[in-house]
């Protein structure tokens, strides 16, 4: 599976962002999606997951109520809707994919078996 982020760009704090994550290879519908973030000099961490069916969805709780991820298996494709942006949100934005056996790690990104290459957001206050 390759991966590819795109929607990233510079935002005013309380502004939106639609981020998408366009994969290849046939395996994206069985395939459990997540997003992750790494701000510089800080740790990558876990922002948005869901399932490979779209049922369930996982948020950390620092984006819970202003994110929103989705997918459309037709498309090959996982969105996040980023709403309600704070400065603290800055980071490059990565996509990545999980074998859906492994749902339980979804907020682990160690357990992920592709990744994307990034977008950079930019929220300026």
């Known amino acids: 599976v390759q991966l590819q982020a795109s929607g990233g760009g510079l935002v005013q704090a309380g502004g939106s962002l639609r981020l998408s994550c366009a994969a290849s290879g046939r395996i994206f519908s069985t395939s459990d999606m997540g997003w992750f973030r790494q701000a510089p000099g800080k740790e990558r961490e876990f922002v948005a997951g869901i399932a490979w069916s779209g049922r369930s969805t996982y948020y950390a709780d620092n984006v819970k109520g202003r994110f929103t991820v989705s997918r459309d298996n037709a498309k090959n494709t996982v969105y996040l809707q980023m709403s309600a942006l704070k400065p603290e949100d800055t980071a490059v934005y990565y996509c990545?994919?999980?074998?859906?056996?492994?749902?339980?790690?979804?907020?682990?990104?160690?357990?992920?078996?592709?990744w994307g290459q990034g977008t950079q957001v930019t929220v300026s206050s």
């Open positions: 990545a994919a999980l074998n859906r056996a492994k749902t339980r790690f979804i907020w682990d990104g160690s357990m992920y078996d592709f």
